[in-house]
């Protein structure tokens, strides 16, 4: 079965500095990932997935993740931070269904 | 374009009692998943239905059901109400099944149903 682990449950950076939220999974075969992100009162929005072509893949809002096998991680990046982006984001792994990790929820200081 | 939408927003049941949560799904989807969320943790995935009929199972009890209708709006009807059902109940549509590939699931902004 696939699993996805997100390695924090809480990122608090300051405005403008660089954003990583961490993400391992499990998975028997080529798995697809994506991250979610969610504000509050707000459904789920898909930021970016990975589907076996590029191992580096670009999202919406200047978000990206690398795919890396060895490493069973698909680690997601923000070069800088904007108070926008304050919220809860999910790392997802799919197999059969969407397993979604537990979250981790960003916080951004002024 | 409407979204996803979902009804009631929110919900106050009791023990023993029955509720029945619905959702509409994106123009031109024709599957629709049900994921429960409770607080503090990830979605989890209850169900999907793909032109009418389920399509897909996670790991949840057979007091949760569910139906689609022909215009692709479906319903999560949940059984004897215990207080581990109060959660999110987020519903998402998309175009095509489980064993197609993937096509982007667009999320209703939830149900929150309190079980007291």
């Known amino acids: 079965a696939q699993s996805v682990t997100q390695l924090d449950s809480h990122v608090s950076v300051s405005e403008g500095t660089p954003v990583l939220l961490r993400c391992n999974y499990s998975s028997s075969y080529s798995p697809s990932l994506f991250w979610y992100v969610q504000h509050p009162n707000k459904g789920l929005q898909l930021l970016l997935k990975?589907?076996?072509?590029?191992?580096l893949v670009k999202g919406i809002n200047g978000f990206e993740a690398e795919f890396k096998k060895s490493e069973t991680s698909f680690h997601l990046t923000k070069p800088s931070a904007h108070m926008s982006d304050a919220a809860e984001y999910f790392c997802v792994v799919r197999d059969n269904d969407m397993r979604f990790g537990a979250g981790t929820r960003l916080t951004v200081k002024p | 374009e409407t979204g996803v939408t979902q009804s009631p927003t929110h919900l106050i049941k009791t023990r023993g009692q029955q509720v029945t949560l619905r959702c509409s799904s994106q123009?031109?989807?024709?599957?629709v998943s049900w994921y429960q969320q409770a607080l503090g943790q990830g979605p989890q995935f209850i169900f999907q239905y793909y032109r009418e009929e389920e399509n897909g199972r996670g790991n949840f009890p057979p007091r949760f059901s569910g139906l689609q209708f022909p215009n692709y709006s479906s319903e999560l009807n949940v059984n004897a109400l215990e207080l581990d059902d109060s959660a999110l109940y987020l519903c998402?549509?998309?175009?095509?099944?489980?064993?197609?590939?993937?096509?982007?699931?667009?999320f209703g902004p939830g149900t929150r149903l309190t079980v007291l």
């Open positions: 123009s031109g989807h024709n599957t």
């Open positions: 990975y589907t076996s072509a590029a191992t």
């Open positions: 998402a549509s998309s175009l095509g099944g489980v064993s197609s590939s993937y096509n982007e699931q667009f």
